[in-house]
């Protein structure tokens, strides 16, 4: 795969690791990751706000994505493993975020995550990975976080 969008948002950090191997696994040699740090409004101006970001500023979604915290761990990862990357930020619902970003990128495959949910669950409130999977025109890789049992138990001694 020569581009891969790497999509997450706040409730991805628990399973950030295994999105980022998952991405890195897949991947060409000379392929591109996609970060992609989709916002909801109410986060996006509260970082904007705790970053003392004027609105007139000029500043893009892409820029507050490059600050996050989370973006630059990622960052500094791929730096050392020496994959290529770039890094977009977007604002507003996240799967129609992902749909776009990922024409806009012309990716080759997008990696989200998500977590089990009940029918019920999926019924009442909806699933962005369950949307993108569904509306995507390219392939999707769903990446679920391992349990801290599991993660115990694969731990190395």
Do not use: C
């Not at 019920?120 to 990975?129: C, D, N, R």
């Amino acid at each position: 795969m020569n581009t891969v969008l790497l999509a997450f948002g706040p409730k991805d950090e628990q399973r950030i690791d295994e999105l980022l191997d998952t991405a890195t696994s897949i991947v060409d040699a000379d392929g591109t990751i996609v970060l992609l740090h989709v916002f909801d409004r109410e986060q996006y101006d509260a970082i904007s706000t705790k970053l003392n970001i004027d609105d007139n500023a000029g500043v893009t979604a892409d820029d507050v994505a490059r600050r996050a915290r989370v973006v630059r761990e990622l960052a500094d990862r791929l730096d050392r493993a020496g994959v290529d990357y770039v890094v977009r930020g977007a604002i507003g619902e996240t799967s129609d975020a992902i749909l776009r970003q990922s024409e806009a990128d012309d990716a080759d495959l997008i990696v989200v995550g998500g977590r089990s949910r009940s029918a019920t669950g999926k019924a009442l409130f909806g699933s962005t990975a369950q949307k993108v999977l569904v509306e995507a025109d390219r392939p999707v890789t769903f990446v679920k976080a391992r349990s801290e049992t599991m993660k115990k138990v694969t731990a190395p001694a």
